[in-house]
C-alpha cells in the first residue's frame, strides 16, 4: 500500500536509516555536478537542482522548483558501494620456503542508497547475475550486497530524457526490483509531495517509522501518469528489437572505423558504466616482505585487457570500442540472458568526444 | 568434467593454497616441468592459477596425469614476468595454486572413435594429460595420432616420451620443425603438413587442436580439407586472464569467458568469433 | 625476494632537470629508511657523499641530454649499469627544455638572450631523452614522477617482477577517484584522455584540466582530443602550446599534422610494463 | 715545512641540489683561486617562455627547481599580477603564505635534517646519522611529511603543485581538507623545539663575516610573499626597483651568472639575512625558542644558519597552525584577469632567500620577456668570499678536513643549483 510523504519525511526517512546504523549515500551538489556522496544529510539533497546533459556536456541548472530528486543520472553511478574500484584481497607473507596468506574478512558495512534511480537498480540486478549466480561467487561482492538498501526514487519530473533511453531498454523510469523502498516525486503549482510504496519487509518497516498518510486513488494516479509521461516522452531510443543477433553480426560494418577514429579510449565510458564489471588484478610486494592482491575497475579500453604475452589482441581504438559496444548490446545476451546496457545515458554524456551508443547503433543497424 | 564443488570454491575465488615443489625439470632452453604435491582429481585440459609470491599470477594448463592425483604437474615456458619466476623455484619451494579452472578435451565423446591431436610448442603440455588418459584407457579409443611442430628439434617438448607414446601406447607421433638445426633427418614444415600423413580417419575422427591462433585456423582448414567435419574439432584457446573465475572480465571472446566456458571449446561454438581479427 | 643475496646496488644521475625526480625518492619520509635497507644506495650526492664505485645493478637517471658532455656522461653510465631506468618527463621526453626543439626556436640564438657573454656557453641545440643516446630498460614516467611509482619501481627490483606502472589513459583513475570531469562538467580543456594515469589525477582535482604532465597514455588519440577542444572554443595557438610542455618532444603528444622535426624519441620509453 | 701547492677540489659537490664544484688554490700558504663552480646545464627558461601564455608561467617556471617550486609560482604569480594591477587579498593571500610555509618545512627540514646536519656529526649521510640518532632521523622525515602534506592539501602535491594560479587559486581547500594538518602541526611545532635545542648543541666552525644582509621586509609580518627589499648597508627600496640596484654580471673570473649590489659588492640572502632584518616579526615561539638558545641578531656566523633554519621551521609551524585555524573558504579561489601589454615584478622569499621575477606581456597576454633571478645566484660571490676566509683561517686542517669543511661552508647556503638558471659550464683556462 501506498504512503504519501512530503519534503521533511523524506529527511526524516534519512535520519531513521542513519540512526538504523545505514551509511546514507544520496545526491548532492559537488564540483558542479549532482552526484552521489556518502554521509548525505537531509538539508545535502539538492533542491531545486536539476541538469541537462548532451553527448560530451552536462551541466546543472535551477529547476525552481524545490524538487529534491529533479536530476537525472549522475555522473557515476553508486555502484562504487557494492563494488570498490580499489580493493585489497589478501596479503601474504614469506614463511620459510612457503607463504601464509592473510584473507581479510570481507567488509559489511550496511550502506543505504537514497535517490536510486530505475537504470541503476537494474544495474545492479545486472551485477548480481555477474557476481552472484554464475559458477562463482564472489565473496566480497555477496557480503555488501546482503548489507545494501535501496530507497529508489521513479523518474517523474522531467519529460525530456537529454541522453538516457532506459524506456526502451526496458529498465524504467519506474523501478522494477531490487529496490526497498520507491518514492515518486510530485510537484503540482505548490503542492510537492512523494508517494512511497515499500518493497520489502525491510523496506515496509522503515516506512513505518515515518510519517504518512495513505495515499489516495488520485495521488497514486498523478504518480503513475507521471512516470507514464517521461516514459513517453523519452527522446532518445534504442531499438532493441533482434539487437543481440544484429550486433553480434556487425564485426565487419564499416561504422567501427569512423567511431574508432573518434574513440580516445579513455575508458570513461566504462568506468561511468553502472553494469561493467572488469577487474584488473595486481600483485605486488612493498620492502618489508609482504605481498598483496589488490582488484581495481578495469576497461576493456586498455591494452592490457587484453594482452597475452607478445601483445595486445585489441590493438586499436576500433577494436576495442567494438568490444565494448558488441558486449554491451549483444553478446551480454548470451552471457547473462539479459541486456548489458540498461539506458542510463552516462556513456554518452560523459565520453570526452560525445560518441553516442544510440546514434553507433543505430547507424550500425542502418549500414547492415 | 567439471572439478569444482562447492567445498573447493571458495579456495578457489579466494587466496592461492602454497603447493610445495616436490622436483623441477627442465624440459628445454626455457620450458620446466614442476611436479607439485597433488592437488587431486581434474581433467585433462584444465588449467590452474599459479602464483609466485610477491610477483603474479598467471594460468597454466595441468600437464600430468589425471590418473595420478598425489602429483600435480606443470610445464611452463618462461617468457615474461611471472613465468620467469616460476621456471626459476627451485624444489622445496612452494608456488600458490588456485583451481583446477575450466572446461577439458571431450574424453567422453572421443570414446570409441580415432582421435588426431594437433598441437605445436608449448601447446603440448595441455594436451598431455589428455594422452596419458588415452594410453591407460586405450582400449576405449580407436587409431590416435599426434601430429605435433616445434620451431626447432631443440625446443620439441616431452621428446624422451615420443617412443614410449608409439610403442606402450599405440600412438602414432608424427613431428615437424620450423627449422631444422643440429642433428635433425625428420620434417620440416608447418604442423599442418603432417595431416595428410596421420592413419587416423581424419574425416571421422575427434580432433583435438592446441596452439597459436594462426595455426589453429591452419589446421581447421587442413582438417576440413580432409573432410573432417567441424563439429568434431575441439580447440583450447588462450586470454589474458587475471582471476580464472570469470569476474574480471579479461578472458572474453564474444560471449565467451575462455577460463570458465574454455579454455576447450566445440569449435563450432566459437568459430564465428574465432575467424575474425582482434576480438 | 631471496634474503641472503646481497643487496642489489642503486645509483642515482642526475643530466638537464630541476632536480624533483630525485626528490621525489627523499619525498618517500615513511618508506626511506625500508628503502636503504633493502638497496644499497652507491651514488646518490643529491642525498650522500659516500661513493661506491661502480658497476652498479641499477642506474635511476634523471635529466635530459643537452650539452655534449652529458652525451658523452651518459654512455659510461650505461656501460657501468646492468638496469638502467630513466626517471622524470626530461630523461623520458626532453623536458620542458626540448622546446628549443621544435622549429624556429634555436638554442644557440637563445643563448645570448639570457647571457651576457654567450661565449661562455656549451649547449646542444636539442635537449633529448636518454633513450635516444643509450637503451634503456624501462621508464617511470612523470614531470614529477609519483614518488609511490618510485617505490614499486624499487619493490618491483627487490622482488624480481614487472612494476606495476600505469600506461592507460588518465580519465580511468580520474573516474576511480570519484572526480567529476571538468572537460564534461565544467567545459575545461583537459588532456587527461591522451595522459598516462599514475600522478593521482590531480589537476582535476583541483578543478582544472590535466596538462598531460605524465606523459602520453598508452594509445593517444591527439587527432581526435583536439577535435574536442576546438568544439570548446579553444584557439588554435593554445592547442599547440597546451600539449607542448613537459612531454613536448614526445611523439605521442606531437598533433595533427604535425611532424617531429628533429631525432625522435626511441620508442623504448613506451609500452606494457617497460621494464 | 716546504709546502708548495695544495689544492682542495670537491669534483661534484653533494648533499645540494644541483650540480657544483669547489676549488680552493693554496699557494706557499696563502689563499689564491677559489672557485664555487656550478656546471648544471643551461636549460634557458627565460628564451623559451617568451611566447607562452601569462597562465603558463607558474607551471613552468615551478621546473626550475624541484626543490622550491613553490617558490617561482609564487614569485611568478605576484609578478604577473602586479603587470596587470591586481592584488589578491583576503584568504587568497592567506592560502599563499600557508602553501609557502609548506615548501620551508619540506625543503628547511630536508636541508637542516638530511643534508646539512650529517656535516656537524660527522657523518656522510642522514641513512648513516640515522643508526646512532635514529629518532631524530625518523621525526625529522615525519616533519618534512607535514610540509608535503601542506603542499598536497592546498597545492594538488608536493612537488610542482598544480593548483597554483595567476589571480589565486584553481581550487580553494575546503576546511574539512586543512583541518586533518592542524593536530601533525601541533606535534611537529613541539617537536621542533625539541629538536631546535639539539641543533644548538652542534659544533659551529669558527667564521665571522661582515654581509649586507639583503631579505623583503613587510610592515606586518614576517615577509614571504611581499614587502620592500631592505638592506642592512643600504637601506629599504621598492621591488620595481629591483633591477637598479642589483645587478648580474656575466664574467669569466667565475662560473656563472652573479650578483651584486648598487655599490658592485656581494651580498647575502636567505635566513640570516630574513632572521637578521626581521627578527621582531618572528612568530612567538620561533622568538622564544631564539632566546633561549641565544640566537639574536646580527648572526654572522654562517655556520648557524643551520640553527636560523630550525627557527625559521618553528615559525612556519606556527604561521601554519594560525592560518588553518582563520581559515574560511573563499566564496572565489581567484580574482579573473584580463591581459594587457604591461610589465611587472615581484620577490618572494624561496627557502633560499630572495627570488625575483620581472615579465613583459603583450596585449594576448603572451610573455614577450622574462627575468629571473634565484638566490643561489645571488649568494654565489658570498659563498665564494666565505670560502676564501674559511679556508685561510684553517689551514692548519689535513686535506680531508679542510675538503669536508669547505663543503660544509657552501652548504651553509643550501645551495640550489638547478634554480640558478643563469649558471652554466663555462670554458675556463687553467694554467
Ligand atoms: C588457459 C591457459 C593455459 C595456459 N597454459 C600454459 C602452460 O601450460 N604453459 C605455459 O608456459 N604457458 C601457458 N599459458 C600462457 C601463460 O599464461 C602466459 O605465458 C603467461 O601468462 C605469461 O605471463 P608473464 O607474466 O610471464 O608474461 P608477460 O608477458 O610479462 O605478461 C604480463 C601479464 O599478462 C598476462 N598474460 C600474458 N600472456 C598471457 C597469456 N598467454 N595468457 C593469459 N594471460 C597472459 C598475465 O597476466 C601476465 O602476468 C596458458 C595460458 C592460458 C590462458
Ligand atoms: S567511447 Fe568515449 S568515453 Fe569511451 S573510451 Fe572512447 S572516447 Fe572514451
Ligand atoms: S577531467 Fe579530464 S582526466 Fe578526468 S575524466 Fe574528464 S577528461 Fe578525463
Ligand atoms: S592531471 Fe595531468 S597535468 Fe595534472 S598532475 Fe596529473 S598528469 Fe600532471
Excluded at chain 3, 630498460?137 to 609511490?148: A, E, I, R
Excluded at chain 4, 669543511?405 to 645551495?415: I, L
Aim: proline share 5%; hydrophobic share 35%.
Amino acid at each position: 500500500m501506498s504512503t504519501v510523504m512530503d519534503v521533511q519525511a523524506v529527511y526524516t526517512l534519512i535520519d531513521s536509516l542513519k540512526s538504523d546504523g545505514y551509511e546514507v549515500v544520496g545526491p548532492r551538489l559537488r564540483d558542479k555536478a549532482l552526484g552521489y556522496v556518502a554521509g548525505t544529510n537531509g538539508s545535502d539533497l539538492p533542491a531545486g537542482l536539476g541538469d541537462d546533459q548532451s553527448p560530451g556536456n552536462y551541466r546543472t541548472r535551477d529547476r525552481g522548483d524545490g524538487a529534491l530528486f529533479g536530476f537525472r543520472s549522475s555522473p557515476q553511478s553508486w555502484r562504487r558501494w557494492i563494488f570498490p574500484p580499489n580493493a585489497e584481497v589478501w596479503s601474504a607473507r614469506r614463511d620459510n620456503d612457503s607463504f601464509v596468506v592473510d584473507t581479510s574478512a570481507p567488509d559489511s558495512m550496511k550502506v543505504a542508497v537514497i535517490g536510486a534511480r530505475a537504470c541503476d537498480v537494474a544495474a545492479l540486478t545486472i551485477q548480481d547475475k555477474v557476481f552472484l549466480d554464475g559458477q562463482f561467487q564472489d565473496p566480497a561482492y555477496k557480503a555488501r550486497r546482503e548489507n545494501l538498501l535501496i530507497v529508489a526514487v521513479n523518474c517523474s519530473l522531467d519529460a525530456d530524457s537529454n541522453t538516457c533511453f532506459c524506456a526502451s531498454m526496458g529498465t524504467g523510469p519506474r523501478v522494477q526490483a531490487g529496490h526497498d523502498i520507491a518514492l515518486t516525486e510530485i510537484i503540482e503549482g505548490d503542492k510537492h509531495y512523494f508517494v512511497a510504496d515499500a518493497q520489502t519487509d525491510e523496506g515496509s518497516r522503515i516506512l513505518e517509522g515515518i510519517s504518512g498518510a495513505p495515499a489516495g486513488t488520485d495521488e497514486v494516479a498523478a504518480a503513475d501518469s507521471a512516470i507514464s509521461n517521461v516514459a513517453d516522452s523519452m527522446g532518445r531510443k534504442v531499438d532493441a528489437d533482434g539487437l543481440p543477433e544484429l550486433m553480434n553480426e556487425s564485426y565487419e560494418s564499416p561504422r567501427w572505423t569512423v567511431v574508432g577514429e573518434r574513440c580516445l579510449s579513455c575508458t570513461s565510458c566504462t568506468m561511468v558504466c553502472p553494469t561493467c564489471f572488469c577487474t584488473n588484478i595486481e600483485d605486488s610486494g612493498d620492502l618489508n616482505g609482504v605481498a598483496t592482491r589488490t582488484r581495481s575497475w578495469d576497461s576493456c579500453f586498455t591494452l592490457r585487457h587484453s594482452h597475452i604475452h607478445g601483445g595486445a589482441i585489441r590493438n586499436t581504438n576500433k577494436a576495442r570500442y567494438r568490444q565494448w559496444a558488441i558486449h554491451k548490446m549483444g553478446t551480454w545476451q548470451e552471457q547473462f540472458g539479459t541486456s548489458g546496457c540498461v539506458g542510463c545515458g552516462r556513456c554518452i554524456t560523459w565520453c570526452p568526444s560525445g560518441i553516442d551508443i544510440t546514434e553507433e547503433v543505430t547507424a550500425i543497424r542502418e549500414e547492415a | 568434467m567439471t572439478i569444482a564443488t562447492k567445498q573447493n570454491l571458495e579456495s578457489i575465488v579466494g587466496a592461492p593454497r602454497p603447493a610445495k615443489i616436490l622436483s623441477v625439470d627442465r624440459n628445454t632452453d626455457d620450458v620446466w616441468t614442476l611436479r607439485l604435491e597433488g592437488q587431486g582429481a581434474f581433467g585433462p585440459g584444465q588449467f590452474n592459477m599459479l602464483y609466485v609470491l610477491g610477483v603474479g599470477e598467471v594460468p597454466i594448463s595441468i600437464s600430468g596425469s589425471p590418473g595420478k592425483t598425489d602429483e600435480l604437474l606443470h610445464t611452463v615456458r618462461g617468457v615474461g614476468g611471472v613465468t620467469n619466476a616460476i621456471t626459476s623455484l627451485k624444489a622445496g619451494q612452494s608456488v600458490g595454486v588456485r583451481g583446477p579452472f575450466g572446461t577439458s578435451w571431450p574424453m567422453a565423446a572421443a570414446k570409441g572413435r580415432d582421435v588426431v591431436i594437433v598441437t605445436g610448442g608449448i601447446g603440448l603440455a595441455p594436451l598431455r594429460p589428455a594422452i596419458y588418459h588415452i594410453i591407460e584407457n586405450r582400449a576405449d579409443y580407436g587409431k590416435v595420432s599426434l601430429l605435433y611442430g616445434a620451431r626447432t628439434p631443440k625446443e620439441m617438448l616431452y621428446a624422451d616420451e615420443f617412443d614410449s607414446w608409439r610403442e606402450t601406447g599405440d600412438i602414432e607421433v608424427l613431428t615437424t620443425v620450423d627449422a631444422a638445426i643440429g642433428a635433425w633427418d625428420g620434417d620440416v614444415g608447418v604442423v599442418t603438413t603432417l595431416i595428410p600423413r596421420a592413419s587416423a580417419d581424419i574425416s571421422d575422427a575427434v580432433a583435438m587442436i592446441c596452439g597459436p591462433e594462426v595455426m589453429t585456423r591452419f589446421t581447421v582448414a587442413g582438417l576440413a580439407e580432409r573432410n573432417q567435419s567441424k563439429d568434431n574439432i575441439y580447440v583450447s584457446l588462450e586470454r589474458n586472464m587475471k582471476c580464472g573465475t570469470a569476474h574480471c572480465g579479461h578472458c572474453q571472446l564474444g560471449p565467451k569467458f575462455v577460463c570458465k566456458d574454455g579454455p576447450v571449446f566445440k569449435f563450432t561454438d566459437v568459430a564465428h568469433w574465432f575467424e575474425k581479427r582482434e576480438v | 625476494m631471496s634474503e641472503a643475496a646481497a643487496k642489489p646496488t642503486l645509483a642515482v644521475w642526475k643530466f638537464s632537470s630541476c632536480d624533483g625526480c630525485q626528490l621525489s625518492i627523499l619525498d618517500l619520509e615513511e618508506e626511506l629508511l625500508d628503502i636503504v635497507g633493502a638497496v644499497e644506495i652507491a651514488y646518490f650526492p643529491e642525498m650522500t657523499r659516500a661513493v661506491v664505485k661502480g658497476p652498479y645493478d641499477v642506474s635511476l637517471v634523471e635529466g635530459s641530454v643537452t650539452t655534449p658532455e652529458e652525451a658523452e656522461r651518459i654512455a659510461e653510465i650505461r656501460e657501468n649499469s646492468k638496469i638502467l631506468i630513466t626517471l622524470g618527463a626530461c630523461a623520458v621526453a626532453g623536458g620542458i627544455q626540448a622546446l628549443r626543439n621544435f622549429d624556429g626556436a634555436d638554442a644557440h640564438a637563445w643563448v645570448p638572450t639570457v647571457y651576457a657573454h654567450p661565449e661562455y656557453i656549451s649547449t646542444l641545440s636539442t635537449s633529448t631523452a636518454i633513450s635516444d643516446h643509450i637503451d634503456i630498460q624501462g621508464s617511470v614516467q612523470g614531470c614529477p614522477p609519483n614518488k609511490y611509482h618510485l617505490l614499486e619501481l624499487i619493490g618491483s627490483l627487490v622482488w624480481g617482477r614487472t612494476p606495476n606502472l600505469p600506461t592507460h589513459s588518465q580519465c580511468l583513475d580520474c573516474k576511480v577517484k570519484g572526480n567529476v570531469c571538468v572537460l564534461v562538467a565544467h567545459g575545461t580543456p583537459c588532456l587527461g584522455p591522451v595522459t598516462r594515469a599514475g600522478c593521482g589525477s590531480v589537476c582535476p582535482s583541483y578543478h582544472r584540466g590535466c596538462y598531460g604532465c605524465h606523459g602520453p597514455a598508452e594509445t593517444p588519440n591527439m587527432d581526435a582530443l583536439t577535435t574536442r577542444w576546438r568544439s570548446l572554443g579553444v584557439a588554435e595557438d593554445d592547442i599547440v602550446r597546451g600539449r607542448r610542455m613537459f612531454y613536448a618532444w614526445d611523439p605521442g603528444f606531437v598533433g595533427p599534422g604535425e611532424e617531429h622535426h628533429k631525432q625522435p624519441a626511441a620508442e623504448t620509453t613506451r609500452g606494457q610494463g617497460s621494464i | 715545512m716546504t709546502e708548495t701547492k695544495r689544492v682542495i677540489d670537491v669534483g661534484y659537490l653533494a648533499r645540494v641540489e644541483g650540480e657544483g664544484s669547489i676549488r680552493v688554490e693554496v699557494e706557499n700558504g696563502t689563499v689564491g683561486k677559489v672557485e664555487f663552480g656550478i656546471f648544471e646545464p643551461p636549460r634557458l627558461f627565460e628564451a623559451f617562455l617568451r611566447g607562452r601564455k601569462f597562465v603558463d608561467a607558474p607551471d613552468i617556471t615551478a621546473r626550475i627547481c624541484g626543490i622550491c617550486p613553490v617558490a617561482y609560482q609564487m614569485s611568478s604569480t605576484h609578478a604577473l599580477e602586479d603587470a596587470l594591477g591586481v592584488s589578491v587579498d583576503g584568504q587568497l593571500r592567506e592560502l599563499r603564505r600557508l602553501l609557502y610555509c609548506g615548501e620551508w618545512i619540506e625543503s628547511h627540514v630536508l636541508h637542516v635534517f638530511m643534508l646539512h646536519a650529517p656535516d656537524f656529526l660527522g657523518f656522510q649521510d642522514a641513512i648513516q646519522m640515522a643508526a646512532d640518532h635514529g629518532e631524530v632521523v625518523k621525526t625529522a622525515l615525519k616533519m618534512k611529511a607535514i610540509g608535503n602534506d601542506i603542499l598536497e592539501v592546498v597545492g594538488g602535491r608536493a612537488v610542482h603543485p598544480v593548483n597554483i594560479k595567476v589571480g589565486g587559486f584553481y581550487r580553494a581547500p575546503t576546511k574539512e581538507e586543512l583541518h586533518p594538518l592542524r593536530e601533525k602541526l601541533e606535534w611537529a611545532l613541539a617537536a621542533m623545539m625539541d629538536s631546535t635545542k639539539l641543533i644548538a648543541t652542534f659544533p659551529f666552525p669558527d667564521l665571522e663575516r661582515k654581509y649586507d644582509f639583503v631579505a623583503l621586509h613587510h610592515p606586518d609580518e614576517y615577509a614571504l610573499n611581499e614587502g620592500e627589499i631592505l638592506s642592512s648597508r643600504n637601506g629599504a627600496i621598492s621591488v620595481a626597483e629591483y633591477e637598479q640596484n642589483y645587478t648580474e654580471q656575466h664574467v669569466e673570473r667565475s662560473n656563472a651568472l652573479q650578483s651584486v649590489n648598487k655599490d658592485g659588492e656581494p651580498y647575502l640572502v636567505g635566513p640570516i639575512a630574513r632572521f637578521n632584518l626581521n627578527y621582531d616579526q618572528l612568530s612567538p615561539a620561533a622568538k622564544s625558542m631564539a632566546e633561549e638558545v641565544g640566537l639574536k641578531p646580527p648572526v654572522i656566523n654562517p655556520f648557524k644558519s643551520i640553527l636560523v633554519r630550525a627557527i625559521e621551521i618553528i615559525f612556519a609551524f606556527e604561521e601554519s597552525i594560525r592560518i588553518i585555524d582563520q581559515y574560511e573558504e573563499p566564496s572565489e579561489s581567484y580574482v579573473p584577469l584580463e591581459p594587457r601589454k604591461s610589465s611587472g615584478s615581484a620577490c618572494t622569499e624561496a627557502p633560499r632567500g630572495l627570488l625575483y621575477h620581472r615579465y613583459d606581456i603583450d596585449d594576448d597576454g603572451l610573455i614577450t620577456e622574462a627575468k629571473i633571478v634565484p638566490p643561489t645566484a645571488q649568494n654565489q660571490l658570498t659563498i665564494e668570499d666565505d670560502l676564501r676566509e674559511f679556508a685561510t683561517n684553517h689551514l692548519h686542517l689535513s686535506d680531508d678536513d679542510l675538503t669536508w669543511q669547505c663543503e660544509q661552508a657552501v652548504r651553509n647556503y643550501d645551495p640550489c643549483i638547478s634554480c640558478a638558471t643563469h649558471t652554466l659550464k663555462v670554458k675556463i683556462d687553467r694554467k
